[in-house]
C-alpha cells in the first residue's frame, strides 16, 4: 500500500520507489492567520514581555504591564473579522473518518469559540488592568507575572476553538500550568501553600481526564470531537464499558477546573493565598475554560451519552450550587479574609448555576441551544465578577480584608461602595441589577423547557438562599462606620488624624490608584449598559453556538 501511495514500480527485478505524487500541493495545507490571531497574538506578546524584560531598567518596569493590557485589547479586537457568520477552520486533516464540514479540524473559529475567546480575553485584559497596583505595591517579579498571565490567557483563548481532544488538553493545560505560578508568586506561605494545593489537585484531575481520553480514542479510534462521536455510535459492544468509563473520567477532568463539587475543595484556599487578580481571574478565565471544555465534550464528542451525561451534570449542577451556598451562609464576616472566601463560596455556588444548561443540552441532543444560557452567563458573571475583586482589591488592598471591612464605605468611597453594591445585586439577581435578573432567568427557562422541572426548582430554592449573603453585605456598605478604637484617637492626637478619620468614616480616603479606578469604571460600566440593554446579550442566547 506504501509503494502504491507513493508511486512505485518495478523494473526488471528492482523495484524503484518515487517520492512524487500526482498533486504535491495537497500534502501543504494553508494556515488561516486570521482565525488563529486572537490567542496567537496573546501568545507572541508573551513571548516579548519575558525578553523585554532582560533588557528593560527597573525603573521602567511598569510599562510591561501596559504592553500586557495593550496586547490583549489588541488580541480582542482580532476577533472582529472572524464575526462575519460563517465558521473558518484550519489544521485539518482530509481522512478523519465520518468527518463532515469542519469535523476534520483542529482549529475552528465559531460563534461558540468567538464568545468564550472574548470572555477569555476580556477577562484576562480587566486582570491585567486590576494587577498593575498589585503587582508594583506587593513587588512581585513584574516581568514574570506579566509572562505567565498572558501563557494563561493564551490556553484559554484557544480552548473554545479546540476541536479534538489532544489540541483540548494542551490547551487545557496552558492555561493551567501558569495560574499555578502566578498563585505561587506571593512571597508568603499562604502563596505557596494555596499553589501547592492547586497543583495537586489539579495534577490528580488531568491525570484523571487523560486515563478518559485514552478510554475514549481506544473506543472510537479517534481524537477529532465529531469523529470521536461516529466512534462511539459505532462501537463493538465488547468496547461499549470502556467507552463509557472513559466518557466519566473525562466529565471528571473537566468538572475540576470548572470548580463543581466535589472537586471544589481548592478553591477556597487557592483564592484567599494568590494575589487578588489572580483569584478574580482563576474566578472567571479559569472557569471559562474548563466550561468550553465541557461543553465541547459533551455536545459534539459525547453526543451518544446524551442522557447520561446530562443527568449527570444535572444533579452536578443542584449539588454544587447547594454546597456553594452553604459555605458562603457559614463564612463569619468578622474574621481575616472572609471577602475572598465569601466570593469564592459565591464562585462555587454559580459554578452550579453555568452547568444548568449543559445538562438541558443533554436532554435536547438535537439542538445546542441550551449552551446559549451558559455562554450569555458566563458572560454577566464574568464581568460582574471580576468587578466585585476590583473593588476588594481597591478597599482592603490585600486578600486579608475582611466583610467587616467595608463597614461604612458608603461615607468614605461614595461611588467605589454604589459599584459593590451593584455587582453584588447582579450576583444576586436583584434589580436594580437587572443583568443579573436577566441571567438567571434565562438559567432557568433553560432547564424548564428541557424538561428539568426539579432542577429548577433547586435552583430557585438556591438563588433565595444567596439574597441572605449577597444582601448582608449590600447592607454592610451602608452601616453606620464602627467608632475609632482607643489606639486610633491617640494616633490622631499625635498627628495621625487623617487616618483615624478615614478609618472613622469622616473624612475621605487616599484617591484610587489609575489602574483600579479603571477596572471598576470599566466593569460598572459594562454591567450597566448590560442592565439597560439586556437585548445585547439576547444575542449570543437566540442563536445555536454551533
Known amino acids: 500500500m506504501l509503494g502504491t501511495a507513493l508511486g512505485s514500480h518495478s523494473t526488471g527485478q528492482t523495484t524503484v520507489t518515487s517520492l512524487a505524487v500526482a498533486n504535491p500541493g495537497s500534502l501543504i495545507q494553508s494556515v488561516d492567520w486570521v482565525a488563529i490571531a486572537p490567542p496567537l497574538i496573546a501568545a507572541l506578546a508573551a513571548l516579548a514581555v519575558l525578553v523585554t524584560d532582560l533588557f528593560l531598567p ?40 465520518g468527518a463532515t464540514d469542519n469535523a476534520g479540524c483542529s482549529y475552528v473559529a465559531d460563534h461558540f469559540a468567538l464568545v468564550f475567546q472574548l470572555l477569555a480575553l476580556g477577562g484576562a485584559l480587566i486582570a491585567a488592568l486590576l494587577s498593575a497596583h498589585t503587582v508594583e ?46 498563585v505561587a508568586l506571593r512571597r508568603d506561605g499562604r502563596g505557596a501553600e494555596a499553589a501547592l494545593k492547586f497543583f495537586l489537585s489539579s495534577v490528580t484531575a488531568t491525570a484523571v481526564m487523560l486515563l478518559g481520553i485514552g478510554f475514549v480514542y481506544a473506543a472510537s479510534g479517534s481524537l477529532h470531537l ?40 481548592w478553591v477556597p484556599d487557592t483564592y484567599t493565598g494568590a ?13 471559562a475554560a474548563g466550561l468550553a471544555g465541557l461543553a465541547l465534550v459533551t455536545t459534539i464528542a459525547f453526543r ?76 454577566i458573571y464574568g464581568v460582574v465578577n471580576l468587578g466585585a475583586f476590583g473593588v476588594v482589591a481597591a478597599v482592603g488592598r490585600r486578600s486579608e480584608a475582611g466583610v467587616d471591612d467595608f463597614r ?91 487616618r483615624a478619620a478615614a478609618a472613622a468614616g469622616t473624612a475621605p480616603e487616599r484617591r484610587l490608584p489609575v489602574s483600579l479606578t479603571a477596572t471598576l469604571g470599566l466593569t460598572a460600566s459594562v454591567a450597566v449598559v448590560l442592565s439597560v440593554a439586556p437585548q445585547l446579550v439576547l444575542q449570543v442566547v437566540g442563536g445555536s453556538l454551533f
Open 137 to 182: 505595591r506587593e513587588e512581585l517579579p513584574g516581568g514574570e507575572y506579566w509572562f505567565l498571565l498572558l501563557s494563561s490567557a493564551t490556553g484559554a483563548a484557544l480552548l473554545p476553538a479546540s476541536r479534538d481532544l489532544a489540541t483540548l488538553v494542551i490547551a487545557l493545560e496552558v492555561a493551567s500550568l501558569p495560574a499555578f505560578a502566578l
Open 304 to 379: 451518544p451519552y446524551a442522557h447520561t451525561w446530562g443527568l449527570v451534570l444535572a444533579v452536578l449542577a443542584a449539588v454544587t450550587m447547594t454546597v456553594g451556598n452553604a459555605g458562603a451562609l457559614r463564612q463569619r464576616f468578622d474574621t481575616r479574609y472572609s471577602a475572598v472566601r465569601l466570593l469564592a463560596w459565591s464562585s462555587v455556588g454559580q459554578a452550579g448555576y453555568l452547568l444548568v444548561p449543559l445538562a438541558a443540552a443533554g436532554y435536547a441532543p438535537t439542538t445546542t441551544d441550551p449552551l446559549g444560557a451558559t455562554a450569555a452567563y458566563a458572560l
Open 275 to 287: 494575589p487578588l487578580p489572580v483569584a478574580g481571574y482563576l474566578s472567571v478565565v479559569g472557569k
Open 408 to 498: 461604612g464605605l458608603f461615607a468614605r468611597r461614595r461611588w467605589t461602595a454604589l459599584a459593590l453594591a451593584f455587582f453584588l445585586l447582579c450576583l444576586a439577581g436583584l434589580p436594580p441589577g437587572v443583568i443579573g435578573l436577566f441571567g438567571k432567568v434565562v438559567v432557568f427557562r433553560a432547564a424548564v423547557d428541557a424538561g428539568l422541572g426539579w432542577l429548577a426548582v433547586v435552583m430557585a430554592v438556591n438563588v433565595v438562599v444567596a439574597l441572605y449573603y449577597y444582601l448582608r453585605w449590600t447592607a454592610v456598605l451602608f452601616a453606620p462606620a464602627p467608632e475609632p478604637a482607643p489606639e486610633a484617637a491617640a494616633e490622631a492626637e499625635a498627628g495621625a488624624g487623617d
Open 58 to 97: 527597573a525603573r521602567h518596569k511598569r510599562w510591561l504591564g501596559r504592553l500586557t493590557a495593550a496586547a490583549l485589547a489588541l488580541a480582542i479586537v482580532s476577533l472582529l473579522p472572524l464575526t462575519d457568520g460563517s465558521p473558518r477552520a484550519t489544521f485539518c486533516a482530509q481522512n478523519v473518518t
Open 226 to 265: 465529531g469523529a470521536v462521536a461516529t466512534g462511539l455510535e459505532h462501537a463493538p459492544a465488547q468496547l461499549k464499558p470502556l467507552a463509557e468509563a472513559g466518557a466519566v473520567l473525562t466529565l471528571a477532568g473537566f468538572a475540576f477546573k470548572v470548580a463543581a463539587v466535589p472537586f471544589h475543595f
